[in-house]
């Protein structure tokens, strides 16, 4: 019976595993490239588009050298798809309520990040209430 290492090792090239010192350097680097895109999926994930997807690859990538990658990711599959069935199940009513709420989260980190001060500027429109109180006054 294999163990968890074993899965593992058996995901990187053969030459890898003779040399320890470029085995660690790789499991750094897809613990690092692996890292950086399940966060941008997850930062993704209210907005339309591929945010779902992107936390997908992000975990597969880990999961070539990690097994807890690759549990988390069986994990998030299962409940995804137990969300989207559920969602399916609900009255419209839910579903504009589900939709309404993603929009809210869209629109507050739209203007926490200062997109509508950003783009109030080009319109020439100079309103307070458009400024991000985590940036503050652009001037």
Partial sequence: MRTEEDRT?????KWFRRNP??????????GVVGGLVLVLGVVLIPYPGPGWLVV???????????????????????????????LKRQS???KLLVLTCTCLVVLATCWL????????????????WLESPIFGNRG
Wanted: positive net charge.
């Fill in 9 to 13: 090792i058996g995901a990187t090239p």
């Fill in 21 to 30: 010192a470029l085995r660690l350097a790789y499991r750094i680097g897809v």
């Fill in 56 to 86: 997908f690859a992000g975990l597969a990538i880990l999961a070539t050298e990690f097994a807890w990658a690759g549990r988390l990711l069986k994990f998030a599959k299962r409940y995804y798809d137990a969300w989207v069935e559920w």
């Fill in 92 to 94: 419209a009513a839910v």
């Fill in 113 to 128: 990040l200062g997109a509508f001060s950003l783009v109030g500027g080009w319109l020439g429109l100079d309103w307070p």
